[in-house]
């Protein structure tokens, strides 16, 4: 999974069919999920999946109503197409139940 580095560079992003990943090093529960993205990432291989580290870009979190982590963005052509954003443990059928209801999919 790639790395958002820059504000700039999400912008650039989410031009293109994107899922973004909020997380940080200290959630436990985002370290949970983590085995399991890779997977996820070949199944969904249509999207590009990016890592946002919600403590190097707190103001874009705040700014996208991002209060709980880990939380999923997916973006297509500029515009938001989907949110699973909450503070709870996600599990890999939920991540992937959000992907495939995503309007790209149908």
């Known amino acids: 999974m ?4 820059s ?7 989410k031009k293109s069919k994107t899922i973004f990943m909020f997380s940080a090093d200290w959630c436990p529960d985002c370290r949970v999920i983590e085995p399991l ?3 996820i ?3 969904f291989d249509q999207y590009t999946f ?3 580290d919600r403590d190097k870009f707190i103001d874009l979190c705040a700014e996208l109503d991002i209060f709980g982590i880990p939380s999923f963005l997916a973006f297509s052509e ?3 197409i989907g949110r699973f954003v909450s503070k709870d443990r ?4 939920e991540i992937e139940a959000f992907i495939e ?3 790209e999919n149908h």
């Not at 790639?2 to 580095?5: F, P, V």
């Not at 996600?90 to 059928?93: A, G, H, L, V």
């Open 7 to 13: 504000q700039e560079a999400f912008s650039q992003w």
């Open 50 to 52: 990016i890592y946002v």
């Open 101 to 103: 209801k995503l309007p």
């Open 78 to 80: 500029d515009k938001e």
């Open 2 to 5: 790639k790395e958002l580095e």
């Open 37 to 39: 993205l890779p997977e």
């Open 41 to 43: 990432e070949t199944k």
């Open 90 to 93: 996600k599990t890999k059928e």
